[in-house]
């Protein structure tokens, strides 16, 4: 009999097949952003290929530990790194759980 943690993994790399996740992709790029001081930064994801825009056109720019919850239907830049399963299961283990700022 399967436990509840192996359903909820089951079930999740059954979601990950069925979605494009823009972290398993080539142009899914991380970035470092400045923060309030000096030698301080956030890090944050923006898609390479241009395909994350705001209402008005500017490129839209997400947090870093958000990354695994970006996903759409298709997409004509994606290009994966590899079994999206596997890829997004260590992602989210490794993630951090919020916004946390970075020393150069």
């Given amino acids: 009999m399967e436990t509840l943690t192996e359903l909820r993994e089951s079930e999740t790399a059954d979601h990950a097949a069925a979605r494009i996740y823009c972290a398993n992709c080539v142009h899914c790029k991380l970035v470092p952003t400045p923060a309030h001081g000096t030698g301080r930064y956030y ?3 923006r898609c390479d290929a241009g395909k994350w825009k705001k ?3 500017e490129e839209k720019i997400y947090k870093y530990f958000t ?5 759409i239907e298709s997409c004509d830049a994606y290009e994966d790194m590899g079994d999206p399963r596997e890829y997004m ?3 989210k283990k490794s993630l951090p759980d919020k916004d ?3 020393t150069a």
């Fill in 100 to 102: 946390e700022i970075y």
């Fill in 67 to 71: 990354v695994a919850r970006r996903a």
């Fill in 89 to 91: 299961r260590d992602l």
């Fill in 55 to 57: 209402k008005l056109g």
């Fill in 43 to 45: 890090l944050r994801v």
